[in-house]
């Protein structure tokens, strides 16, 4: 090659080009084969410079993409056809692809020129060849990138927007025709004022303000910020839009624009609109059926107290009848029943067993008869008057009961106490007192029991009286179809607010147990 004179610049060029990472070779025009190639790109192409210097012209061919021959050889012809007059272009850049040893190709951008080497008849090609190939990639995957993005920016429904510290749009996404009627290019330039009314426009305004003065005291902080504003239609009309924003800074971090994204929030305003006036609608129902709810309510409160109140005058109706017959049984026929027994004491003669056995015998039967019924008056009075005649103490009444039936039933009936019992308010205990005889006479009755436990516990909140037999215990729900005993106890528990509760007992018999809670007694 004459393009450097000097033999030893040559030989140093030469020296460059095998070390340095660029395409290099000579390429006959005449034979279209090439003469030498440096050893970067025999490295490339897999092959030795003995076989690219060997190969035939259509073998050389195939070392240069199919598409991209028209590209090397229309520049070369060209160079050839205006060598004669010493005119051809120098070092003309074009974009080729080469063939690897994997078939593959790789992008190269080449420079060619003609040149003379010393020896050889006619001009050659010197090229110049760099691999591009990963800025090829890189750029590929930018219009990629950049397709896709234009793809997503033209059919979104969301506006996004940039505009200056003045509020002038630089830049919208051509959504915003769809959402507003105007053209990016309408709006661009402008300020706010052409879509924004004199309502919003002060909203965003003060916003701005508001975010650079806390931009100003937080660097970094500021910008974000969501606003629901009414925005103008071109042609005529407002939409209902949802705004969020931040700032754009640059590198040093200094506030520099505001960006925005903008979407149509006329539906969702008018379903909120919607949900709130129908919650407005169901709270105000919900307070009239409240007050509602509660008239009635208290008004069942208070029937409900009035009922109480008239079953307890009515029960202590009955009890003060009882009590009433209990003290006549008391006062007038057991004292008759004595004078009886007196007089037919006073009537015995020892001497009449010798001269009247038979009348003897007879007036001891009447006595005993007569002791009997007085023994049974009594336990009849006591019954009917629940309480004794000289306490108005729970305890004593119970005690009183069991000594009572042990002699009535002859059973075993024992009675205890637990905790401190407190004093309960005057008409009240007898209802106690009722439960347990009727839960004793339905052991013995139905029960068939012999033995008897009465347990009257006392705690700070509730006193619980417990009435356990042996005898043959209940089946079923005692509740579901109740007799006329159950209902009588259900009914004063329910006077003292408590509960009853019948239930068999594991061992056998039968548990009647009735919770009175202090803090709801009846009061006088």
């Given at each position: 090659?004459?393009?450097?004179?000097?033999?030893?610049?040559?030989?140093?060029?030469?020296e460059?080009?095998?070390?340095?990472?660029?395409?290099?070779?000579?390429w006959?025009?005449?034979?279209?084969?090439?003469l030498w190639?440096?050893?970067?790109?025999c490295?490339?192409?897999g092959?030795?410079?003995?076989?690219?210097?060997?190969?035939?012209?259509?073998?050389?061919?195939?070392?240069?993409?199919?598409?991209?021959l028209?590209?090397?050889?229309?520049?070369?012809?060209?160079?050839?056809?205006?060598y004669?007059?010493?005119?051809?272009?120098?070092?003309?850049?074009?974009?080729?692809?080469?063939?690897?040893?994997?078939?593959?190709?790789?992008?190269f951008?080449?420079?060619?020129t003609?040149?003379?080497?010393?020896?050889?008849?006619?001009?050659?090609v010197?090229?110049?060849?760099?691999d591009?190939?990963?800025?090829?990639?890189?750029?590929?995957?930018l219009?990629?990138?950049?397709?896709n993005?234009?793809?997503?920016?033209?059919?979104?429904?969301?506006?996004?927007?940039?505009?200056?510290?003045?509020?002038?749009?630089?830049?919208?996404?051509?959504?915003v025709?769809?959402?507003?009627?105007?053209?990016p290019?309408?709006?661009i330039?402008?300020?706010?004022?052409?879509?924004l009314?004199p309502?919003?426009?002060?909203i965003?305004s003060?916003?701005?303000?508001?975010?650079?003065?806390?931009?100003?005291a937080h660097?970094?902080?500021?910008?974000?910020?969501?606003?629901?504003?009414?925005?103008?239609?071109?042609?005529?009309?407002?939409?209902?839009?949802?705004?969020?924003?931040?700032?754009?800074?640059?590198?040093?971090g200094?506030?520099i624009?505001?960006a925005?994204?903008?979407?149509?929030?006329?539906?969702?305003?008018?379903?909120?609109?919607?949900?709130?006036?129908?919650?407005e609608?169901?709270?105000?129902r919900?307070l009239?059926?409240?007050?509602?709810?509660?008239?009635?309510?208290?008004?069942?409160?208070?029937?409900?107290?009035?009922?109480?109140?008239?079953q307890?005058?009515?029960?202590?109706?009955?009890?003060q009848?009882?009590?009433r017959l209990?003290?006549?049984?008391?006062?007038?026929?057991?004292?008759?029943?004595?004078?009886?027994?007196?007089?037919?004491?006073?009537?015995?003669?020892?001497?009449?067993?010798?001269?009247?056995?038979?009348?003897?015998?007879?007036?001891?039967?009447?006595?005993?008869?007569?002791a009997?019924?007085?023994?049974?008056?009594?336990?009849?009075?006591?019954?009917?008057?629940?309480?004794?005649?000289?306490?108005?103490?729970?305890?004593?009444?119970?005690?009183?009961?069991?000594?009572?039936?042990?002699?009535?039933?002859?059973?075993?009936?024992r009675y205890?106490v637990?905790?401190?019992?407190?004093?309960?308010?005057?008409?009240?205990?007898?209802?106690?007192v009722?439960?347990a005889?009727e839960?004793?006479?339905?052991?013995?009755?139905?029960?068939?029991?012999?033995?008897?436990?009465?347990?009257?516990?006392?705690?700070?909140?509730?006193?619980?009286?417990?009435?356990?037999?042996?005898?043959?215990?209940i089946?079923g729900?005692?509740?579901a179809?109740?007799?006329?005993?159950?209902?009588?106890?259900?009914?004063r528990?329910?006077?003292?607010?408590?509960?009853?509760?019948?239930?068999?007992?594991r061992?056998?018999?039968?548990?009647?147990?009735?919770?009175?809670?202090?803090?709801?007694?009846p009061?006088?």
């Open positions: 090659m004459n393009v450097i004179a000097s033999p030893s610049l040559q030989r140093a060029f030469l460059f080009l095998d070390c340095y990472p660029i395409l290099v070779h000579l006959d025009p005449e034979t279209r084969t090439f190639m440096n050893p970067y790109g490295a490339f192409h092959k030795t410079l003995e076989q690219i210097t060997s190969l035939t012209p259509l073998e050389a061919r195939t070392l240069i993409h199919p598409d991209d028209p590209l090397v050889e229309g520049p070369r012809e060209a160079m050839m056809r205006e004669p007059a010493g005119r051809w272009s120098t070092f003309i850049p074009i974009e080729v692809r080469r063939r690897a040893p994997d078939a593959t190709f790789g992008w951008l080449t420079w060619e003609l040149v003379e080497r010393e020896g050889h008849p006619g001009p050659v010197l090229s110049f060849s760099q591009i190939s990963q800025r090829k990639r890189v750029e590929a995957a219009a990629e990138r950049e397709s993005l234009k793809v997503i920016l033209d059919n979104m429904t969301d506006v996004i927007w940039v505009c200056d510290l003045q509020m002038r749009f630089t830049f919208l996404t051509p959504s025709q769809q959402l507003l009627g105007y053209t290019e309408e709006v330039g402008i300020g706010p004022s052409v879509t009314p309502a919003s426009l002060q965003v003060q916003a701005l303000t508001e975010e650079l003065a806390r931009e100003a660097p970094g902080t500021g910008g974000r910020r969501r606003l629901l504003l009414e925005q103008n239609r071109k042609g005529g009309g407002t939409v209902w839009t949802e705004v969020n924003t931040s700032f754009l800074r640059d590198e040093t200094k506030v624009a505001v925005g994204v903008t979407r149509d929030y006329t539906v969702r305003r008018e379903a909120e609109l919607l949900e709130r006036r129908l919650r609608e169901l709270e105000q919900v009239e059926r409240t007050a509602e709810l509660q008239a009635l309510n208290q008004r069942l409160e208070a029937e409900i107290v009035e009922r109480r109140r008239a307890r005058e009515a029960l202590m109706a009955v009890e009848e009882r009590h209990g003290q006549d049984l008391h006062d007038d026929l057991c004292q008759r029943l004595v004078g009886a027994m007196c007089l037919a004491k006073s009537l015995e003669d020892p001497g009449l067993k010798h001269r009247e056995p038979a009348l003897a015998r007879g007036m001891a039967t009447i006595h005993d008869i007569l009997q019924a007085l023994e049974q008056a009594r336990m009849l009075a006591r019954g009917l008057c629940a309480l004794p005649f000289d306490t108005d103490r729970l305890e004593d009444a119970l005690q009183l009961l069991a000594q009572d039936s042990r002699r009535l039933y002859a059973i075993k009936c205890s637990k905790g401190p019992i407190p004093e309960f308010p005057p008409g009240t205990a007898i209802y106690l009722r439960i005889q839960a004793i006479n339905n052991a013995v009755r139905h029960g068939r029991a012999d033995h008897v436990d009465l347990i009257l516990r006392g705690t700070p909140t509730h006193v619980t009286l417990d009435i356990k037999d042996n005898g043959v215990g089946r729900d005692p509740f179809k109740p007799g006329l005993g159950v209902r009588n106890m259900r009914s528990a329910e006077m003292l607010q408590g509960t009853l509760v019948i239930e068999p007992v061992t056998g018999g039968t548990r009647v147990s009735c919770a009175i809670p202090l803090d709801r007694l009061r006088p």
